[in-house]
Nanobody, 129 residues
């Protein structure tokens, strides 16, 4: 069974940094596309970043490009989201997810949430002064 568990959220001041972790179990994360999404109160869930299988091609939403970095540690079966220069509008519950399809020869990725089937429980990120 594919499972994802997020951690690393918290309260941070504007301009600060956080690193979110997404630990996978039940599958080898290397072969799967992983996406990070967020949902603020009263808003739809939106794609933040994603990383493809094997080769690890990445993509970012325009709102976080240059501030957030997605990476993968295959030995730990974990994907990270390093968030720098945080803004008030980054406040949301952050989720990681996977399509649930293995791409053994590598792949790109998409931040379209409708492509993702398996989701973690989320971790709260609050940016406040």
């Amino acid at each position: 069974q594919l499972q994802l568990v997020e951690s690393g959220g918290g309260l941070v001041q504007p301009g600060g940094s956080l690193r979110l972790s997404c630990v996978a179990s039940g599958f080898n994360l290397t072969d799967f596309v992983i996406g990070w999404f967020r949902q603020a109160p009263g808003k739809e869930r939106e794609g933040v970043s994603c990383i493809g299988s094997t080769g690890g091609r990445t993509d970012y939403a325009d709102s976080v490009r240059g501030r957030f970095t997605i990476s993968r540690d295959n030995a730990k079966n974990t994907v990270y989201l390093q968030m720098n220069s945080l803004k008030l509008e980054d406040t949301a519950v952050y989720y990681c997810a996977t399509e649930g399809v293995a791409y053994y020869s590598g792949s790109g990725c998409s931040t379209n949430r409708r492509r993702y089937t398996y989701w973690g429980q989320g971790t709260q990120v609050t940016v406040s002064s």
